[in-house]
């Protein structure tokens, strides 16, 4: 994801794209970016994701 530079955003998830949860916090680095990881050993619903600010 490219975002706004030295900012802080909550990573949200979902599997419906109605109902969103926490995943985690990240802080984007100097240029914009963030990089987050998530577990795949569970072959559930698809999951979907989104960068919200806190």
Avoid at 17 to 28: A, G, P, Y
Wanted: aromatic letters at 12%; hydrophobic letters at 30%; glycine letters at 4%.
């Amino acid at each position: 994801m490219l975002l706004k530079p030295s900012s802080d955003y909550q990573i949200e998830t979902s599997s419906d794209l109605v109902n969103w949860t926490l995943f985690t916090t990240v802080r984007s680095d100097d240029q914009g970016k963030v990089a987050f990881s998530a577990s795949t050993e569970d072959n559930g619903p698809s999951r979907f994701y989104r960068a919200a600010t806190p």
